[in-house]
Every structure is written in structure tokens, then in C-alpha cells.
């Protein structure tokens, strides 16, 4: 229900605003999501929400704008992973609701940016049913982001197999990897 509402009023905003800008997305769209739900309405309410990454490219400046609603993004540029923070807020109601941050970061063609839900690092498995973690899922992006993409592809979900092994998948897992590969 949650990802229907955000879709829908993301596509309502993006269609609205003349200039895209990332930050200013996911503002309105916390926005809505807590009118919709009638957070806040009463003391009890309860803080149901989202986390996202929004990134949007501007191949004509090589820039790529990052807000993030709790997750981040990862960008490899000459072998060097660097993370870019999302808020520590979900879209939806939260106790310390402050405006999201907009990244802007500059990209060159071979550049990488990955972007994920909780699922892949929140998975147990392992020869001691821990969990993947954040640590683990740098090194195997980087290790692999010499690869091209359909391989990365493969890697990914052996990597994810063989350390779920018997444990119960978690968590839903979306990874997207984009390469830039143009000029």
C-alpha cells in the first residue's frame, strides 16, 4: 500500500514541478504520504513510511542529485567507493522532521552509482548466521565494479545465495547498479 501511494504521488509531483530537484521531491512527498495517512492527527498515530533513494541525472552537466529518506547512495570513481548519507528520516511522520538534503556529485564517464533497499546487508546467513552488513556489500560492489554490469549482476545473487544458504529470505532486496557510459 505504501509503495502505491508513494508511486503515485511521485509521479503527481514530478509532473507538477517545472525544474526537478531531488531534496524538493522527497519534501512534498513526505508531505503527502502523511496527509494521506492522517499522521499526526492524534498523539497515538502510528509512524508508518518509507525509505528511498532519489537520484536524478543531468548527463548535460555530469551531475547526479542524491536525496535519501534513511539509505544511501554509492558511488565508485576510479576504484574509490564513497558513500552519500540519505536523512536519518523515513517519507512519512517522524518525531524530528527537518527538510532533506540534496548531494550533488559529479560524475565521469565509467563512474558507477548503487543504490539498495535494507534487504541484501539486513540478510542472516553465513557460517554464523549473521547478518551480510553494510562493510561486506562495499567490498563486494567495489571488488566487482571493474566487471561489466550483467556479470556484476550474477555475482550479486550467487554472493546473496550462497550466504542466505537454509536462513529465510528477510527483507524484500532491490540493488540497482547504473554505469555511466557515455562521452
Known amino acids: 500500500f505504501m509503495s502505491l501511494l508513494g508511486i503515485s504521488f511521485l509521479n503527481e509531483i514530478v509532473n507538477r514541478i517545472e525544474e526537478l ?10 508531505d503527502k504520504i502523511i496527509n494521506a495517512l ?9 509512524k508508518d513510511g518509507m525509505d528511498m533513494v532519489l537520484c ?15 539509505n544511501p547512495l554509492y558511488h565508485i570513481h576510479q ?3 564513497t558513500e552519500y548519507k540519505g536523512d536519518k528520516m523515513p517519507i512519512g511522520l517522524y518525531d524530528d522532521i527537518k527538510p532533506f538534503t540534496k ?8 563512474d558507477l552509482f548503487y543504490m539498495f533497499s535494507d534487504g541484501y ?19 563486494l560492489l567495489l571488488s566487482i565494479s571493474h566487471l561489466p554490469m550483467n556479470e556484476q549482476v550474477q555475482i550479486v545473487e550467487k554472493t546473496h545465495n550462497e550466504w542466505k544458504g537454509d536462513y529465510f529470505q528477510v527483507d524484500d532486496i532491490l540493488l540497482i547498479g547504473i554505469k555511466c557510459n557515455y562521452k
Do not use: C, M, W
Not at 22 to 28: D, E, H
Not at 103 to 110: A, D, L, Q
Open 21 to 30: 530537484d531531488a531534496s524538493y521531491i522527497l519534501n512534498q512527498l513526505r
Open 38 to 46: 492522517n499522521q499526526g492527527a492524534t498523539e497515538h498515530q502510528t
Open 56 to 70: 536524478i541525472f543531468d548527463f548535460d552537466k555530469n551531475i547526479v542529485e542524491f536525496s535519501g529518506a534513511n
Open 79 to 81: 576504484n574509490t567507493l
Open 103 to 110: 548531494h550533488s556529485i559529479p560524475f565521469e564517464k565509467g
Open 121 to 139: 546487508a539486513d540478510q542472516f546467513g553465513g557460517p554464523k548466521g549473521k547478518k551480510f552488513k553494510y562493510k561486506a556489500l562495499k567490498d
